[in-house]
Nanobody, 120 residues
Framework: QVQVTESGGGLVQPGGSLRLSCAAS????????MGWYRQAPGKQRELVAI???????NYAEFVKGRFTIARDYAKNTVYLQMNSLKPEDTAVYYC??????????????WGQGTQVTVSS
């Protein structure tokens, strides 16, 4: 099994910053794409940012220039640095990891989410 654990959410004022972390653990053979998604109340889950094995990144338009995704290959960890936060960034942020686990079986695992609230 593969476990995905997020941390780093919280309450921040508009214009502030937060850094989310996501660690994957378990019987992992290799990690492929890692990413962050978010879901605000009453809305569907949406892509925020993803990073591939070769370091290629993709961002949603609404976070370009404000958020940065990065990964630590040795630690099976992905980060999301969020700057210039806006109230509309308020949501539960979820980490998603794709890869291969023991037996070379593909996995597509989600974390339980971490709440980010941007409010004065």
């Amino acid at each position: 099994q593969v476990q995905v654990t997020e941390s780093g959410g919280g309450l921040v004022q508009p214009g502030g910053s937060l850094r989310l972390s996501c660690a994957a653990s378990g019987s992992i053979v290799s990690m492929n794409r890692m990413g962050w998604y978010r879901q605000a109340p009453g809305k569907q889950r949406e892509l925020v940012a993803i990073i591939s094995t070769d370091g290629t990144t993709n961002y949603a338009e609404f976070v370009k220039g404000r958020f940065t995704i990065a990964r630590d290959y040795a630690k099976n960890t992905v980060y999301l640095q969020m700057n210039s936060l806006k109230p509309e960034d308020t949501a539960v942020y979820y980490c998603n990891v794709l890869g291969l686990r023991m037996g070379f079986v593909r996995f597509d695992s989600w974390g339980q989410g971490t709440q980010v609230t941007v409010s004065s």
